[in-house]
């Protein structure tokens, strides 16, 4: 039989590899996975890059101009997003103070529903100032690709299960 100063070993042994085995887990799930989301995926930007160049076709020429209009773009939509979250605070005092009747609820959905619609112009407007930049050739390709463009999240969401 084995006695209590060999358990002792033994159990001293089991719990030294346990830990061991926990701390090698936590540097792993801990570690930088370098460019791109958790799931090492590129991020929207070079995701959109890659795809102009290599499905579409565009030059490094067009890539620049490209690059020029997407961060006009970003500090465009980036305001009204901004300007939005900060107007639900007010809309939801306007709420409150309205004891949420009908009437105040169907006000601010309309608030909401102008603001959205201005991001969405504004979205639109950007995709044809990316198509204008597409030579004659490139315009097929960007008209049925673009879509792809602007759903990469909700596939790589499907993909990653969330």
Known sequence: MINDRNKSKVFLLVIAILLIANIGMLIFFLQKKGPGNDNGRPDKKTFIVNLLKNEIGFSAGQLVQYDTLSSRHRQKVG????????????????????????????????????SQKIVEINMFNHIRSVRQICTAEQLPKFDSLFVKIFNWRDEARKKAGK
Do not use: H, M, P
């Open 79 to 114: 305001g009204l997003y901004e300007n939005i979250r900060n107007n639900k605070v007010s809309q939801f005092k306007k709420l409150a103070a309205a004891d949420f009747s009908d009437s105040s609820i169907s006000e601010v959905v309309d608030q909401s529903t102008t």
